[in-house]
């Protein structure tokens, strides 16, 4: 089952912080983020495998907490190349066996 | 990063006819690549799993025989849209995962037309 990312869009002027959510029906083994800007593949973020991990990558974090079944994106004093839409996907089940479900996409416009 | 990578990253072909997408990993080596499929404004959507040297996995809703993938080495998978018809029109992507730690590298994706 596709997980639910929150918000669908989101609007920042430059050095402003956004959170994007993303939350499952179903017990997960991990959660991955990735960005996509337009007429690209996506490129990968970072991957979390544990309850309650954080990660943090530059100025983007994120935390996954294993018993809600949700996982956060944290993006921090915004640049204009955070721009774009970012999916998390997710690994069910109790292995990893690498098939990922996207959400539906968050997308993310920097302004100067 | 990983690098993969995929060929033609642009096909325009007529009715009727099959195209060929190529997915390679360059510096590592993928047990399981997979193949997705997204159409404009949406999502990701999984097609098949891909695993070296077995038959692919497909998702609920994807035509086998429509979409034939070939798992031939540790790094190359290949995907044949067979009688292609202007629905199939779409941006494929292929993504091979790192049997380490488990992350999936996108190849940069091929754009299909079909007129």
């Known amino acids: 089952q596709q997980p639910v990312q929150s918000p669908q869009a989101v609007i920042l002027r430059e050095g402003e912080d956004a959170v994007i959510n993303c939350s499952s029906s179903?017990?997960?083994?991990?959660v991955h983020w990735y960005r996509q800007k337009h007429g690209e593949a996506p490129v990968f973020l970072m991957i979390?495998?544990?309850?309650?991990e954080q990660k943090g990558h530059e100025k983007i974090s994120a935390s996954f907490n294993e018993k809600k079944q949700q996982s956060s994106l944290y993006l921090t004093a915004s640049q204009l190349s955070y721009s774009g839409t970012y999916f998390c996907?997710?690994?069910?089940?109790?292995?990893?066996?690498?098939?990922?479900?996207f959400g539906q996409g968050t997308t993310l416009q920097v302004k100067p | 990063g990983a690098v993969v990578s995929q060929h033609p990253s642009r096909v325009i072909c007529k009715s009727g006819t099959s195209v060929k997408i190529e997915c390679r990993s360059l510096?590592?080596?993928?047990?399981?690549m997979f193949w997705y499929r997204q159409f404009p404004k949406q999502s990701l959507m999984l097609m098949a799993t891909s695993n070296e040297g077995s038959k692919a996995t497909y998702e609920q809703g994807v035509e086998k025989d429509k979409f034939l993938i070939n798992h031939a080495s540790l790094t190359l998978s290949t995907l044949t849209v067979t009688s292609a018809h202007p629905e199939d029109s779409s941006f494929y992507i292929c993504?091979?995962?790192?049997?380490?730690?488990?992350?999936?590298?996108f190849g940069p994706g091929t754009r299909l037309l079909v007129l």
């Open positions: 510096d590592f080596q993928a047990t399981t």
């Open positions: 996907g997710t690994a069910g089940g109790s292995s990893n066996t690498g098939k990922l479900i």
């Open positions: 993504s091979a995962r790192d049997f380490e730690g488990g992350t999936q590298y």
């Open positions: 179903k017990a997960l083994y991990s």
């Open positions: 979390l495998l544990k309850g309650g």
